[in-house]
């Protein structure tokens, strides 16, 4: 049977959001092994994005080129869309020139393919910070390391008028709270009292761990019941280390279906 995020709520767990990533606190206090993350979180984070009728993207690459009337220099970075996997990207400014005479080249001469030079001040620098990612000693060297963006997921306003470009100035990593994910899974569903009807306000559980959620303004909202779309594998770059117990207690996560790891863990919330 199918893991799902109401099955895990239904358990206690905790689950949200953050930086980008898919985060599963069990309720058993035990550690959720990173291969079974790694398997599951694709599926886990589109249902969460369906319900809440919301989209989010990915780093799938990037290109260097010359663009408008004037010539000028930019870097565009494919962010397919993680919902449906439509085709979409963001240009940001950069200078495809050197600096400075070196032994490679001369003062104003191309770089190399691919290669590009942004100031601290730079949407792309902006947003490379915002992912918590280490920064490269020398900014002309971030297109080596561009491809660590990849396993983040970027919420972000639709540029108007550009069909599939996306706001340079707000892209940032998805986030949304433990808080916002029962809401939306189980709304109404907390009793004031025994023998009390549910209470038709939905009650905020404040999540003090969590950032606020960010909503994605050119998405417009969806019924859970959508069609099924293709979903691009995302893998969580987290890390769990699953506990350790004698062997003959249980069988190794690598062994275990997905009904006996969630048994396991729950048995002990």
């Not at 290669?115 to 949407?123: L, M």
């Not at 000693?137 to 540029?159: E, P, T």
């Not at 707000?170 to 029962?182: D, F, G, K, M, Q």
Request: aromatic share 6%; glycine share 8%; hydrophobic share 30%.
């Amino acid at each position: 049977m199918a893991v799902t995020v109401e099955k895990l709520l239904a358990r206690g767990d905790e689950v949200c959001i953050q930086g980008g990533r898919l985060v599963i606190r069990p309720s058993s206090g035990k550690s959720v092994p990173r291969d079974w993350q790694d398997e599951h979180s694709p599926a886990l984070l589109r249902e969460i994005l369906l319900t809440l009728g919301m989209d989010a993207y990915e780093y799938d690459g990037y290109s260097t080129g010359l663009y408008g009337p004037h010539k000028a220099g930019g870097v565009t970075v494919q962010f397919p869309s993680f919902v449906d996997g439509v085709s979409t990207h963001a240009i940001f400014n950069a200078d495809l020139n050197r600096e400075r005479t070196t032994k490679a080249g001369a003062q104003g001469s191309p770089l190399p393919k691919g290669h590009f030079r942004i100031s601290p001040r730079s949407h792309l620098f902006q947003l490379w910070q915002s992912t918590g990612l280490s920064t490269p000693k020398s900014l002309s060297s971030l297109h080596d390391y561009l491809g660590n963006l990849r396993g983040i997921l970027f919420a972000a306003d639709l540029v108007a008028g550009r069909k599939n470009r996306l706001d340079t100035g707000t892209l940032r990593p998805l986030s949304i709270t433990t808080a916002e994910v029962r809401k939306a899974f189980q709304p109404d569903n907390r009793r004031i009292a025994t023998g009390q009807v549910t209470d038709n306000c939905r009650i905020r559980m404040p999540d003090k761990d969590s950032a606020p959620a960010q909503q994605n303004q050119a998405f417009q909202p969806k019924p859970s019941a959508c069609k099924e779309s293709r979903v691009k594998t995302l893998i969580s770059t987290n890390v769990y280390t699953a506990p350790t117990e004698p062997p003959h207690s249980r069988k190794p996560p690598e062994e275990q279906t997905d009904e006996e790891w969630l048994a396991e863990y729950s048995s002990e919330a």
